[in-house]
């Protein structure tokens, strides 16, 4: 689904090989509702939750909506958080707990009642993120389950994001590349059982990151502020834009990085220094 | 400059009494259950599953009504300590993440103040997450939970995805929420308050938070403020632990065959009356109400109280008002199940004595609930009582 809005901050256009070709980067972070980016300074002194998207929107032109996982997409909340948003922002949304951590029997209707609810977002929705939980390794049943639940979100974009190593596989990039759907690229610790860093690109309309931190110590650790407590310094990111950045661009038309180390504010830091050396690359290019 | 919003998460076991039955008997699931007192003639539904409440079984309908129109379910008893226990242990799973916390006996319901524990525990959203999943591997339950900036708003996210699923309405929407939603889900609206908006033709909360401070209280009064207030969402209560809570002295007597005898009754509020003061005196406090909460046998409550302005707890004057309140609550003629005495607005007792009473006697009536104080301390509470006083079991 093309996006019709304007590029607006945290963009870059990277020109491809061929003549024409190009690939337009956004950056942005996992979520924008933290109370503790106002204690760290990223928001000013007494921000209050609705109005932190119209500020996080003077640096950002996306976002990724987390608390889709935790609560149901409903039609009346996206209305109201669409009438705060800039203009600008585009969205992913991950899909509901209970269709991927917490599976009910009656998960076909969430999915239709998502669905329903996400559509609110119209054209603004760049991609539903299927968020895999780490267990869920390649078996017979969770293929089945996987090709169901792709088939149940058909003609909405879709980007999935596997958390075991057993999915990195050529035919499952083969049948998400027939499906064109988005594997979700995933920047975290070097520990086995986890999906490998790649640049796989399964769908020519969209590739998508999400930086996770490389804490090894907090990985493991239950606590979120301990797992995505991860400050990427300038030279990480740099290898990053040389060597992933290049064959990701190279292979579709539109790309979106997040940031998912909220703690102490360190993914929107991360996310635009991220952004000012693709915007070099891309000066460059 | 530090940030004062607040979080409050409310959890919600919708059909708590039928939810606890069912995690006791897996056989209930999926299936219409009534809970009802089963001896009363005139029984009332004390609680009911969702799929008889689809039926039409409402609350504090007749039994013999309810079990008409959904003939399938399944009527269960009351265990209120059965519920009293599921409670307690569904409160322990909440104390983990917040010493702030607030719940009823035995109604499922609790909020908890989460503000300033993310550093602890991640994101409010999180929080409710990880406790819901808590609270369901546990306990076998499926509490609702709401996250808003206060106490009203986070009531009103539970009452909206009833009997299952979440809501949360980020700080600074609350008037954007409630705008579009009626009225009946505001809580704190008397059915008075409704049926007169409902003549101005305003059936919205955005409606009424349409209307002016002075506009409101033209038709309402001192009510106006309030209303004013709860139509904008507007909720500064604060989430108050039970410790916080103004102490309350309570004595209970549950009848083992349902009593409708007024001389029994009155023999057993005098009782509890007695243990009241004894409690009181142990603790060199005084008591200005005495609150009295009788559960008849159809599962139907009615609490009525009796104050004084000078606190009291000496056994005559708590009799005195037991009696009163004894006097108020029984406008019913149906038997009743079991009662509770309320002794608060406590304070200590004054160590100065009366001018104008007779020291004489003032002194030796003293005496002598010192002296029954003692033995009862000594022997047990039934060792020595009043001639009136029945035996309580």
């Keep these: 689904m093309e996006n019709e809005c304007t590029p607006g901050p945290a963009t870059a256009l990277i020109r491809g090989q061929q003549a024409g070709s190009s690939c337009l980067v956004m950056t942005g972070t996992s979520g924008y509702s933290y109370l503790e980016w106002v204690d760290s300074g990223f928001y000013p002194p007494g921000t209050r939750s609705a109005a932190m998207l119209e500020f996080y929107g003077r640096f950002f032109s996306v976002v990724e909506l987390n608390y889709t996982w935790y609560q149901m997409a409903r039609s009346d909340v996206l209305t109201r958080m669409l009438a705060a948003a800039p203009a600008h922002i585009i969205f992913a949304a991950k899909l509901t707990r209970t269709v991927t951590h917490e599976r009910e029997e009656d998960w076909r209707e969430q999915v239709q009642r998502y669905r ?111 797992k995505f407590d991860y400050d990427y310094p300038e030279q990480e990111l740099h290898q990053w834009c040389e060597h992933e950045l290049g064959p990701l661009s190279s292979r579709a038309s539109r790309g979106i990085i997040f940031f998912n180390n909220h703690v102490r504010a360190q993914a929107p830091r991360n996310a635009l220094l991220l952004n000012s050396l693709i915007g070099k690359k891309a000066a460059r290019s | ?275 009241l003061g004894m409690e009181l005196r142990a603790t060199r406090m005084q008591a200005r109400r005495v609150g009295l909460q009788l559960d008849y046998t159809d599962g139907t409550t009615v609490s009525r109280q009796a104050s004084v302005r000078k606190g009291v707890a000496d056994d005559d004057s708590l009799l005195r008002l037991a009696m009163t309140a004894l006097e108020r609550s029984l406008t019913r003629r149906t038997r009743v199940r079991s009662c509770r005495l309320i002794g608060d607005r406590l304070h200590g007792r004054s160590p100065q004595l009366k001018l104008f009473t007779d020291p004489a006697t003032g002194r030796k009536k003293e005496q002598l609930l010192t002296a029954m104080d003692r033995i009862r301390q000594r022997f047990g509470r039934e060792a020595i009582r009043m001639g009136s006083q029945p035996v309580l079991h």
Excluded at chain 1, 129 to 156: H, I, K, W
Excluded at chain 2, 181 to 209: K, M, W, Y
Excluded at chain 2, 244 to 262: K, L, M, Q, T, W
Aim: aromatic content about 8%; glycine content about 8%.
């Design chain 1, 116 to 226: 329903q609810g996400i559509s609110t977002l119209g054209k603004r929705l760049a991609a539903i993120l299927v968020q895999l939980p780490p267990d869920f390794d390649r078996t017979v049943s969770n293929r089945r389950f996987l090709a169901e639940l792709l088939d149940y979100l058909q003609g909405m974009p879709v980007a999935v994001e596997f958390r075991h190593a057993s999915w990195a596989v050529d035919t499952v990039f083969g049948e998400l590349e027939r499906r064109q759907v988005t594997l979700v690229s995933v920047d975290e610790p070097d520990l086995p059982g986890l999906f490998p860093r790649l640049d796989v690109v399964t769908n020519p309309a969209l590739f998508y990151v999400r930086f996770h931190g490389r804490n090894r110590k907090g990985w493991k650790n239950g606590n979120m502020q301990k």
């Design chain 2, 1 to 275: 400059m530090m940030n004062h919003r607040r979080f409050i998460l409310h959890l919600n076991v919708a059909d708590f009494a039928v939810a606890v039955e069912r995690v006791v008997d897996l056989g209930l699931r999926d299936k219409p259950v009534i809970v009802a007192p089963l001896q009363a003639a005139r029984a009332a539904v004390y609680d009911m599953s969702e799929e008889a409440y689809r039926d039409g079984v409402r609350k504090g309908m007749l039994l013999t009504r309810a079990t008409r129109i959904c003939r399938a379910a399944r009527v269960l008893p009351p265990r209120f300590d059965l519920y009293r226990k599921a409670m307690a242990s569904f409160v322990d799973e909440a104390r983990g993440y917040s010493p702030v916390l607030e719940h009823g006996a035995e109604d499922g319901h609790l909020y908890l103040d989460i503000t300033g524990t993310h550093r602890l525990f991640g994101t409010p959203p999180d929080v409710g997450w990880r406790l819901h999943r808590q609270i369901r591997c546990k306990l076998e339950i499926d509490p609702i939970w709401s996250l808003a900036g206060s106490k009203l708003v986070s009531k009103i996210g539970s009452r909206l995805v009833k009997p299952v699923g979440e809501y949360i309405v980020a700080d600074g929407e609350e008037q954007r929420f409630l705008a579009p939603l009626p009225l009946h889900l505001l809580p704190g609206l008397s059915n008075g308050e409704r049926q007169r908006l409902s003549q101005f033709n305003i059936v919205r909360i955005g409606e009424l938070a349409a209307l002016s401070r002075m506009q409101l209280e033209g038709v309402f009064g001192r009510r106006g403020e309030t209303l004013f207030e709860l139509s904008r969402g507007i909720d500064e209560n604060a989430v108050r632990p039970e410790e916080e809570r103004p102490p309350r002295v309570v004595r209970e007597h549950i009848f083992s065959d349902d009593c409708a005898d007024r001389t029994v009754l009155k023999g057993v509020v005098g009782a509890l009356a007695a243990q």
